[in-house]
T-cell receptor, first 113, second 116 residues
Framework: AQSVTQPDIHITVSEGASLELRCNYS??????LFWYVQSPGQGLQLLLK??????LVQGIKGFEAEFKRSQSSFNLRKPSVHWSDAAEYFC???????????FGTGTRLQVFP | EAGVTQFPSHSVIEKGQTVTLRCDPI?????LYWYRRVMGKEIKFLLH????????ESGMPNNRFLAERTGGTYSTLKVQPAELEDSGVYFC??????????????FGEGSRLTVL
């Protein structure tokens, strides 16, 4: 069965520091992978997605993620975090023949000035 | 353009009562999804509508949950009777294409349900 693991429940970084949020997935074939962000008082918003091709994908707000098949990972990165990046981040996996996304438990990011 | 709207934003009810959550998707989006997040857990799929038809309701927890989408526009999710374990945030999302094809789900802010 498909599953997504986000090992870090809560991460705190200083503004301007680099960021990496971890995501591991379990799926038999090539997965479709997504990162969503939920800012306070808002719904989830798609940051980026990987379907195929280049394993390094660029998203909105300066985020990127790298698909590593050998590690079953799809970690989210940002070189310099801004205070407005404080939010909860969700990794998700989908499959071509299903219409549902499987989400992880989320990672809450706190940014200190 | 209006986004996905959900009502109410927060509902507090007692065990055994009934609650109805409403979702208005983005206009023109045929696909409508309900998800639920229990405190500290993952966001779990409940069901998927294509227009007014239930495409997949494999995530519905039990028969106390009833979802409808009359006329293929807004959707309601009724919980009757509510139990303590039903507490959580219920998210609605909509899309033009199915979720796994594009990943571009547009989410509402969620309806927080607290069952006492």
């Amino acid at each position: 069965a498909q599953s997504v693991t986000q090992p870090d429940i809560h991460i705190t970084v200083s503004e301007g520091a680099s960021l990496e949020l971890r995501c591991n997935y379990s799926y038999g074939a090539t997965p479709y992978l997504f990162w969503y962000v939920q800012s306070p008082g808002q719904g989830l918003q798609l940051l980026l997605k990987y379907f195929s091709g280049d394993t390094l994908v660029q998203g909105i707000k300066g985020f990127e993620a790298e698909f590593k098949r050998s590690q079953s990972s799809f970690n989210l990165r940002k070189p310099s975090v801004h205070w407005s990046d404080a939010a909860e981040y969700f990794c998700a996996v989908g499959a071509y023949n299903t219409d549902k996304l499987i989400f992880g438990t989320g990672t809450r990011l706190q940014v200190f000035p | 353009e209006a986004g996905v709207t959900q009502f109410p934003s927060h509902s507090v009810i007692e065990k055994g009562q009934t609650v109805t959550l409403r979702c208005d998707p983005i206009s023109g989006h045929d696909n409508l999804y309900w998800y639920r997040r229990v405190m500290g857990k993952e966001i779990k799929f409940l069901l998927h509508f294509v227009k007014e038809s239930k495409q997949d309701e494999s995530g519905m927890p039990n028969n106390r949950f009833l979802a409808e989408r009359t006329g293929g526009t807004y959707s309601t999710l009724k919980v009757q009777p509510a139990e303590l374990e039903d507490s959580g945030v219920y998210f609605c999302a909509s899309s033009q294409a199915v979720a796994a094809n594009t990943g571009e789900l547009f989410f509402g802010e969620g309806s927080r349900l607290t069952v006492l």
